[in-house]
Nanobody
């Protein structure tokens, strides 16, 4: 069973930083593309960042470019999302998701095969 477990969420003040982790397990095939998505209260789920299984390329939503950084530690089967200069509008439940099959786009939720349960990030003073 493929399992994705997010951690690292919590309450931070505007301008603060937080690092999310996505620990993946239960697979023996090639490491998947991992994407981070978020869903704010009353909003639709949106892609935040992803890291490709093919060449390690990273992608970011315009709203987080320059503030968030995605990285991977293959030895630990873990993907991180470093979030700096957090804003109130970053408040959301953050999900990591895995894509084993699709080629190309990795910020679209519909291509993802497995999802974690999410971790809540609240940015508030």
């Amino acid at each position: 069973q493929v399992q994705l477990v997010e951690s690292g969420g919590g309450l931070v003040q505007p301008g603060g930083s937080l690092r999310l982790s996505c620990a993946a397990s239960g697979f023996t095939s090639r490491y998947p593309t991992i994407g981070w998505f978020r869903q704010a209260p009353g909003k639709e789920r949106e892609g935040v960042s992803c890291i490709s299984r093919n060449d390690g390329s990273t992608y970011y939503a315009d709203s987080v470019k320059g503030r968030f950084t995605i990285s991977r530690d293959n030895a630990k089967n873990t993907v991180y999302l470093q979030m700096n200069s957090l804003k109130a509008e970053d408040t959301a439940v953050y999900y990591c998701a895995a894509d084993f099959f699709s080629v190309g786009v990795c910020l679209s939720a519909h291509v993802m095969d497995y999802w974690g349960k999410g971790t809540l990030v609240t940015v508030s003073s």
